[in-house]
């Protein structure tokens, strides 16, 4: 028997979106997913970590649903300008607020974006692979500020003529401050069932 659990953590070497009042059907539909099926979230994360064309779907949680997966990083493509990853366009002009976040250890590659039907508001990505910041859109935000991020920019220093890099773990901090807390230490959760299906 297929048992609801209560959220559990990720965030590392993974990317995932998180999509702000919807319910999960409606993120399903907009992803076009096929073969979906119920899982909880031991397995769905499983799933998401495998290179298998696989996303896990979160149970909505506090007004958000999370699209977890390595599957997304076909989707969106760092190497290209954030502008011209019109999959992500398309998903934000049905579902409204899309953010996307990754991070990617073994290359050194970590990126965030805020889209607001079909616009980017902010973007920023750092390849360490490449030794370059690929995206850098929009104004730094409010939460970025707050966060103290100061990172370098296409000429490889900041304002402080600084050399000075993203790491994993600002990609969850920006993904605590703009949508949830994938740590899920804070928060009231209760047991819930995602579903997984290919994208």
Known sequence: MLMPEMPLAFGYKICWLAIHCVKPAQVAQALQLHDIGPVNWTQGLTEAYNDNGQVYV?????????????????????????????????????????????????????????IH??????????????????????????????????????????????GCFPNEQDVLSIASAWSIDTSFNTGKYRPDLGFIGRI
């Not at 979160?58 to 190497?79: E, F, H, Q, T, Y």
């Not at 991070?103 to 965030?112: I, S, V």
């Not at 409010?142 to 370098?152: K, T, V």
């Open 117 to 162: 039907n079909g616009q980017v508001k902010r973007a920023y990505a750092y390849s360490g692979e490449m030794g370059e910041v690929m995206w850098d859109y929009g104004n730094i935000s409010r939460e970025e500020q707050s966060l103290g991020f100061d990172f370098a920019d296409y000429k490889g220093s900041n304002v402080n003529g600084e």
């Open 58 to 114: 979160s149970p909505c949680l506090n007004g958000w649903v999370l699209v977890v997966g390595r599957a997304l990083w076909n989707k969106i493509d760092m190497n290209q300008n954030i502008e011209e990853n019109e999959w992500l366009y398309q998903l934000s002009r049905t579902l409204g607020d899309v953010y996307y976040f990754s991070t990617m250890r073994d290359l050194n590659n970590h990126a965030w974006a805020k």
